[in-house]
């Protein structure tokens, strides 16, 4: 690629940094993702969405579906609050199972003024499109600091809730529910809890949202989102639940929250996450925030710690030449180096491999003044004995995501103002492609 524009300081309209093969509707807010699920060729995706940046619009949940999980349609909202309901002021966020081939949802309904989102469920009888009726499926808790977020699902005949919730006297923790029918809920008990403290310099949080629930290699493993009242969201964190949680982050980025999980697809098991924004929010200028991440294959590594690559089909939205695309996969396939994307004159972005560590630098990714900058960094980032390349390096828009041989994930947000062609310097060996959806 060759670099024919020069940095300017505009903060207007930038539309190079819109997203273009990670799913997010043309405009308005989005964060979590909520029931991926397969049914039949295609999986459907849900989100949290707004058709504003106005946060006090109540939320839908948009919808998206796609027959490879890099190409997706974007489809009307398939649930709104219903008015007067149990969730007039909001369709928060959970998921979804198949239930006799129909697609059920499980999740989180907000009334201004109850000090808790009750748990719901609602069913849709046309694929996905839309969801009838919602009604209340446990009590809210007689007290907690807070209380939301169900996923469901079934293990050894069973059907199994698990709610997020924090206590003041016994700190974070997943509440436990079963069902033989996915209608009548008996409550078992926490499935695990956490007094607030700091695990590997990590604040493991007052509360636990958007639990999820992974069977890898017999291992019950939980995917949790660390929440607090005074700071909100912190990190995603995931541990086993049969031995005392050794919380270890998920991403190892800054800007990776709210998983949610696919147990089974056909590539195993899959993690989606919100990817939030990295700029102020007077900078939220150009008409959408937020923006869903590319779904993840998961497993464990030796330390126990989840580990990610992105799904197989990635490949295909490769093309022979970048151009002058915002949208790049770059490929680095030895662990030491250096490769930086020129955005412009005064704005780059930093790839450093060295030592077993991956690093990110976005101090000058953006002259402007909204943009957040910094460093970021991962250690045990390489796998020589894998097959996988040390980094590949996923551009689209705003949005970077960089996965590492060993499993490790980067997630985070650039805000060059400088539109493309962008010019890539690196080793000979690394490989660059433009992606087209």
């Known amino acids: 690629m060759t670099q024919t524009q020069s940095t300017h300081r505009s903060t207007g309209t930038v539309e190079h940094l819109r997203p273009a093969y990670h799913v997010r509707p043309p405009g308005g807010y989005i964060n979590d993702p909520n029931g991926p699920v397969e049914l039949g060729s295609d999986v459907h995706l849900f989100f949290q969405s707004r058709t504003t940046l106005d946060l006090q619009t109540p939320v839908e949940w948009g919808h998206a579906t796609s027959p490879d999980y890099v190409r997706w349609t974007l489809h009307r909202p398939a649930m709104a609050p219903q008015p007067g309901g149990p969730d007039?002021?909001?369709?928060?966020?959970?998921?979804?199972?198949?239930?006799?081939?129909?697609?059920?949802?499980?999740?989180?309904?907000?009334?201004?003024?109850?000090?808790?989102?009750?748990?719901?469920?609602?069913?849709?009888?046309?694929?996905?499109?839309?969801?009838?009726?919602?009604?209340?499926?446990?009590?809210?808790?007689?007290?907690?600091?807070?209380?939301?977020?169900?996923?469901?699902?079934?293990?050894?005949?069973?059907?199994?809730?698990?709610?997020?919730?924090?206590?003041?006297?016994?700190?974070?923790?997943?509440?436990?529910y079963r069902s033989p029918d996915l209608r009548q809920w008996t409550a078992v008990g926490p499935l695990a809890e956490l007094a607030r403290t700091r695990v590997g310099g990590e604040d493991t949080g007052a509360a636990w949202e958007c639990p999820q629930m992974?069977?890898?290699?017999?291992?019950?493993?939980?995917?949790?989102?660390?929440?607090?009242?005074?700071?909100?969201?912190?990190?995603?964190?995931?541990?086993?639940?049969?031995?005392?949680?050794?919380l270890q982050r998920v991403d190892h980025g800054t800007n990776f929250y709210a998983a949610?999980?696919?147990?089974?697809?056909?590539?195993?098991?899959?993690?989606?996450?919100?990817?939030?924004?990295?700029?102020?929010?007077?900078?939220?200028?150009?008409?959408?925030a937020g923006v869903i991440s590319l779904p993840r294959v998961v497993w464990l590594g030796a330390d126990s710690?989840?580990?990610?690559?992105?799904?197989?089909?990635?490949?295909?939205?490769?093309?022979?030449?970048?151009?002058?695309?915002?949208?790049?996969?770059?490929?680095?396939?030895?662990?030491?180096?250096?490769?930086?994307?020129?955005?412009?004159?005064?704005?780059?972005?930093t790839f450093e491999l060295d030592?077993?560590?991956?690093?990110?630098?976005?101090?000058?990714?953006?002259?402007?003044?909204?943009?957040?900058?910094?460093?970021?960094?991962v250690t045990d980032a390489f796998d020589p004995a894998s097959d996988r390349p040390a980094v590949r390096i996923f551009l689209d828009g705003s949005v970077v995501e960089a996965f590492t041989s060993a499993g490790r994930v980067l997630s985070t947000r650039?805000?060059?103002?400088?539109?493309?062609?962008?010019?890539?310097?690196?080793?000979?060996d690394v490989q660059c492609w433009g992606l087209a959806r």
């Open 214 to 246: 992974l069977t890898i290699g017999g291992r019950r493993i939980a995917v949790v989102a660390s929440w607090s009242p005074e700071g909100g969201p912190g990190e995603v964190l995931s541990f086993d639940v049969d031995v005392p949680p050794a």
């Open 260 to 288: 949610s999980a696919l147990r089974e697809s056909r590539f195993g098991p899959l993690l989606f996450g919100w990817l939030t924004e990295g700029r102020d929010r007077p900078g939220w200028n150009d008409g959408w």
């Open 414 to 428: 650039v805000y060059p103002t400088t539109p493309p062609p962008w010019r890539v310097e690196a080793p000979a």
């Open 305 to 349: 710690s989840l580990r990610s690559a992105p799904v197989p089909t990635m490949e295909t939205l490769r093309t022979d030449s970048p151009g002058s695309t915002a949208q790049l996969e770059i490929v680095i396939p030895e662990a030491s180096g250096r490769v930086v994307v020129h955005f412009g004159e005064e704005e780059y972005l």
């Open 88 to 176: 007039t002021d909001g369709c928060w966020s959970g998921n979804t199972v198949l239930d006799d081939g129909r697609i059920r949802a499980f999740y989180s309904g907000r009334v201004e003024g109850n000090p808790y989102q009750s748990v719901l469920t609602a069913v849709s009888d046309d694929g996905g499109a839309s969801f009838g009726p919602a009604h209340q499926v446990v009590p809210d808790p007689a007290e907690a600091v807070m209380y939301r977020d169900p996923f469901v699902w079934r293990e050894n005949g069973t059907w199994w809730m698990a709610v997020g919730a924090g206590y003041v006297d016994r700190g974070a923790s997943i509440a436990l």
């Open 355 to 377: 030592a077993g560590t991956l690093t990110i630098d976005r101090s000058h990714a953006s002259v402007a003044t909204h943009a957040h900058g910094g460093r970021m960094e």
